[in-house]
Nanobody
Framework: QVQLVESGGGLVQAGGSRRLSCAASGVTFSHYAMGWFRQAPGKERELVGGISWTDYSTAYAASVKGRFTISRDKAKNTVYLQMDSLKPEDTAVYYC????????????????????WGQGTQVTVSS
């Protein structure tokens, strides 16, 4: 049974930091590109960034580039989203997702490309 379990969400003040984790089980983790998405109330789910399964290269949305960092730990089957310099507009439910042999070695921004999803974790940034 495939499971992606996010953790680390919560309330943080603007300018602060938060690290989200996504632990994968039931999959060969190394064969999956991993994406982090977020969805704010009334908005579509959007890609925050992701990390490839080949060379661990990363890609980020323009809105978070330079503030967020994605990494993965093969031994722990876990992917991380380090969020720094948080802004109120970063408030959303954050989801991790797994894309089998994803995106030709890159990261897809399309939710339909992802095979598995976590349950989401709420991040609220107060001003």
């Amino acid at each position: 049974q495939v499971q992606l379990v996010e953790s680390g969400g919560g309330l943080v003040q603007a300018g602060g930091s938060r690290r989200l984790s996504c632990a994968a089980s039931g999959v060969t983790f190394s064969h999956y590109a991993m994406g982090w998405f977020r969805q704010a109330p009334g908005k579509e789910r959007e890609l925050v960034g992701g990390i490839s399964w080949t060379d661990y290269s990363t890609a980020y949305a323009a809105s978070v580039k330079g503030r967020f960092t994605i990494s993965r730990d093969k031994a722990k089957n876990t992917v991380y989203l380090q969020m720094d310099s948080l802004k109120p507009e970063d408030t959303a439910v954050y989801y991790c997702a797994a894309d089998f042999l994803g995106a030709g070695g890159g990261v897809s921004r399309f939710t339909s490309e992802y095979d598995y999803w976590g349950q989401g974790t709420q991040v609220t940034v107060s001003s």
